[in-house]
């Protein structure tokens, strides 16, 4: 886990850019496509007559997709080059994001989900890999704070997309298509300078859940807190007295902060010698952001406020752990352990809304803020244990 002095990620201070372009604006394509395509998905099927809990059950297996292809992916990309292998990613996303048009039966959509959700888990894990690999040591946190922003940009653009062109015919599945297949253009103009993996991960893939906690639990919590809270924070909203658009609006906040904050935390992370005191930090706003939620329902100002910056610290945890990632490990541990990252964000995107809705079916509305802060306090414990012992 030593640093390289040499190569994509010695200790350079200039960007490389045309890897960095290259890799965040193909994801960035992707992040347009899925913020399009989640809502769209879930309204038609819902046209079509299928209850709830099919829709769920059929939209959860994003992230058992997401399990599956993490550990395959880095092998494949060993085997067939990190380009070529998001080349092929990228062909196979856009046909199956058509293929849902066509799909008029019902059990259909699962292997679509598979092979789309699949699919574009491995571009997740080989851009990130690639723009780790690319980013000059002293200036990690400032390029995946742009990365974070722009890849939040793009899952913004997708339902204001969404909004504009409807659910109708097949238009918004092209749509979806074309700006995959976008993704292809700067792959294929940088793919001579894309990461070479010519040797295999020293360890097992699950050892690199292990091998880096305070990064890997940190996307755990962020997965679980995204797709939990934010799925089921209209719920509670709502249920606290708040109107639906006002609703809305506190979760459009959420999404500024997550924006504007990267940048930001990732120029701070940059000046720390050890970026596990910042994780701390974000962990400890978000614990204490969720414990006054219940408090905050009588005041609409007050709580966009306070979400704000809770948007912003949820978020910071992907991209400081990504950062604190790459700055622990290079080349082949490092694509192993991006794999291993995103395996544990998809671990939490699952755990996340089952254990928030059992906390309000339990506790009532206030489970929403119990169960969330629970999350962040399960990091604060991880992140005081490794400052205790601090292991090398």
């Known amino acids: 886990m030593s640093e390289p002095s040499n190569g994509l990620n010695g200790h350079r201070d200039d960007i490389h850019w045309p890897s960095l372009v290259a890799a965040i604006s193909a994801i960035s394509a992707v992040g347009i496509a899925i913020g399009l395509g989640l809502p769209l998905l879930s309204i038609i099927l819902e046209k079509r007559g299928i209850s709830s809990t099919l829709i769920g059950f059929n939209s959860a297996m994003a992230g058992i997709a997401a399990m599956i292809a993490a550990p395959i992916s880095t092998k494949m990309a060993h085997a067939f080059g990190v380009a070529r292998t998001m080349l092929w990613a990228v062909v196979l996303a856009a046909i199956s994001a058509v293929g849902f048009y066509y799909a008029e039966k019902f059990w259909m959509w699962f292997p679509l989900r598979l092979v789309f959700h699949g699919t574009t888990t491995t571009l997740f894990i080989l851009s990130e890999f690639w723009i780790n690999a690319a980013a000059p040591q002293r200036r990690r946190g400032l390029v995946l704070g742009i990365y974070a922003t722009v890849l939040a940009v793009g899952f913004a653009s997708g339902p204001l997309l969404f909004s504009v062109i409807g659910s109708e ?109 910042l994780l701390s930090a974000l962990a400890m706003v978000g614990l204490t952001g969720s414990l006054a939620l219940p408090w905050l329902s009588s005041n609409w100002q007050l709580m966009a406020v306070v979400l704000l910056f809770w948007g912003g610290s949820v978020s910071g945890l992907y991209t400081i752990g990504l950062s604190h990632l790459g700055s622990r490990l290079t080349g082949a541990d490092l694509a192993a352990a991006n794999a291993a990252f995103v395996f544990c964000y998809a671990v939490g995107t699952v755990a996340g809304p089952q254990a928030i809705g059992a906390a309000i079916d339990i506790s009532g509305n206030d489970g929403f803020a119990w169960a969330i802060a629970g999350f962040f306090a399960l990091y604060v414990v991880v992140s005081l244990g490794r400052w205790l012992f601090r292991p090398k």
């Not at 103009?189 to 020293?202: C, F, H, M, Q, T």
């Not at 807190?225 to 606290?240: C, D, H, K, N």
């Open 169 to 277: 015919g097949l238009l918004p599945f092209l749509i979806g298509a074309i700006a995959i297949l976008a993704a292809a253009i700067p792959i294929y103009i940088a793919r001579n300078e894309s990461p070479v993996l010519d040797e295999k991960p020293e360890r097992h893939f699950l050892r690199y859940v292990f091998l880096v906690p305070s990064a890997t639990v940190a996307v755990f919590v962020f997965g679980a807190v995204e797709a939990g809270g934010l799925s089921l924070f209209p719920i509670y909203a709502t249920r606290t007295g708040f109107s639906e658009t006002q609703a809305a609006l506190l979760l459009t906040v959420m999404g500024i902060g997550n924006m504007v904050f990267q940048i930001p935390l990732g120029l701070l992370s940059d000046r720390m010698k050890d970026r596990r005191l």
